[in-house]
């Protein structure tokens, strides 16, 4: 097929490449180290590399030829890179373990630097183009945050915005939101932006000894959307789960009887919307995407019935029939809630809030709390993307992987959020990564652009490609094949040639 000639810069993409090292081999597909991969598209061409992000956990364990560094789903002992004495008073005194630097879930970018990001509090600067791994950035070091999302916002002034979680600190466990500059004045050139982080708010997390799970979340013009679901992370299990000989992925648990609480932060203010709002149990990862509407928030988010799409990906379930045999418990269901900030205050207890067209309710109840349902958007994607300028606008698109009864995308997908209608691209043995929009230079639609996905087949013998198609039509345009083995990632974004720093810079 043919790109278009506007189509000039890299697709990055991270996920986990290696999961044996020496004899050892990890228990679950999210502890893999690190691969970057990029695509780079010049003048209609495409040039492809690959690169294990080059982390303290990758070395160290290549040198021991051994897994010696804990991921999230395998613990590992001891760890002959520090004395197994000093290691054992760093399980003693430090509630919180020291953790991975693997970064292996997405790619952020900080101003004109790239960094590869994962769910800890450290993140791994790259360069996109060589995929070389530059310094280490610890959070903890500027604000308090123990882990924070892979997912990230962005506003208009290029300010990153992300949430991490306190925890135990000063007695308190908390939700921090905290903000990154873009650069750093002219005066401080040789500072980095991380020492101009600043926390924006922070909300208290209901339960000292277990805070929710979470991510991503959600933005709008105005607002900040937090979602504290009842899926909680075990503070004195992840303590004691090196000695107990467990690993930290079993220290989190759902609570199905408990609730879903929604906060919602005032970005002028900084504080939060004071009415209580909440739904019931339910486990998400990633939103879609939030906006305002005649005074409600609306925010559409992929929820499951329970927390069983993490034990899926245990190496020992990924088998041959892995597809057959791995079916959801519980289906991703695209859901849509809508929260109205203003409401009269003296409505009936039982009456449905919300006055905007949906079928989304938001019931008050008689102690001023308000009960929330979604409107079902549709079932079965993932991997959300959309169109990143409208991201905390109303919006119309989201193109997504496809997963029908497993959680291996066999399909992508462009979904309209108002017609409900549903475009798809699949082919016979084709596992579609996430699709990431680029939209076109000259665009004046939400969907004029294109989609671009790494497939991988689930048949040895044929080649994984790039695919690219049409945003619009979602025909396909080209597809570049890459004569290596191409892995499953997770997620990546698309940087346009204008924000490559060229060498010499």
């Excluded at 790239?114 to 769910?119: G, N």
Aim: overall charge negative; some cysteine.
């Amino acid at each position: 097929g043919q790109l278009p000639t506007w189509l000039q810069g890299i697709l990055l993409r991270n996920g986990p490449g290696m999961h044996t090292i020496g004899d050892t081999k990890y228990n679950h597909w999210f502890d893999g180290l690190a691969l970057l991969h990029s695509f780079t598209f010049k003048n209609g061409e495409v040039y492809y590399r690959s690169k294990y992000l080059r982390s303290d956990t990758y070395n160290c364990n290549i040198e021991a030829n051994r897994i010696v560094v804990s991921e999230f789903g395998t613990m590992a002992y001891p760890d002959p890179c520090k004395n197994i004495f000093s290691k054992a008073f760093t399980y003693l005194s430090h509630t919180i373990p020291e953790f991975t630097d693997n970064c292996l879930i997405n790619i952020m970018k900080t101003g004109d630097d790239f960094y590869a990001t994962s769910e800890t509090n450290f993140i791994r600067k790259i360069n996109p183009q060589t995929l070389e791994t530059l310094e280490k950035v610890d959070y903890n070091k500027y604000v308090a945050v123990n882990v924070a999302t892979s997912h990230p916002h962005y506003d208009s002034a290029g300010n990153i915005l992300n949430m991490g979680t306190s925890i135990v600190d000063k007695g308190k466990t908390k939700y921090i939101l905290f903000k990154i500059p873009p650069s750093v004045p002219e005066t401080e050139k040789k500072k980095t932006c991380f020492k101009h982080m600043e926390v924006v708010c922070s909300i208290p997390s209901r339960s000292l000894l277990h805070p929710s799970y979470y991510h991503s979340f959600g933005i709008t013009e105005n607002y900040i959307i937090f979602i504290e679901q009842p899926f909680k992370l075990d503070i004195v299990k992840m303590a004691t789960a090196y000695m107990r000989g467990v690993n930290w992925a079993s220290c989190l648990s759902y609570h199905k009887e408990d609730k879903t609480w929604f906060h919602f932060i005032d970005k002028k203010t900084k504080k939060e919307v004071s009415t209580k709002f909440y739904t019931d149990a339910m486990v998400l990862f990633h939103h879609i995407n939030a906006y305002e509407e005649d005074g409600h928030i609306v925010f559409d988010i992929i929820a499951y019935t329970d927390n069983s799409l993490y034990d899926m990906f245990y190496l020992k379930n990924l088998k041959e029939d892995f597809e057959e045999t791995n079916k959801f418990t519980s289906v991703p269901t695209s859901k849509r809630f809508v929260v109205p900030l203003q409401y009269d205050k003296d409505a009936e207890v039982g009456s449905n809030l919300v006055t905007i067209q949906t079928t989304a309710t938001a019931v008050k109840e008689k102690d001023g709390s308000i009960y929330c349902q979604p409107e079902i958007l549709c079932q079965g994607i993932e991997l959300p993307r959309i169109n990143y300028g409208y991201n905390g606008k109303k919006y119309t698109y989201v193109y997504a992987t496809g997963v029908q009864w497993s959680p291996v995308p066999t399909k992508i997908a462009k979904f309209n959020v108002h017609t409900k209608e549903i475009l798809h691209w699949g082919e016979d043995h084709c596992w579609p990564s996430e699709p990431v929009f680029v939209p076109s230079p000259d665009a004046k639609e939400e969907d004029d652009g294109i989609v671009l996905t790494c497939v991988v087949m689930s048949d040895p013998k044929q080649a994984p490609f790039l695919l690219v198609l049409d945003a619009k039509t979602f025909k396909e345009l080209g597809r570049a094949t890459v004569d290596v083995e191409l892995h499953m990632d997770l997620h990546g974004i698309f940087i346009p040639e204008k924000d490559l720093k060229t060498e010499t810079e």
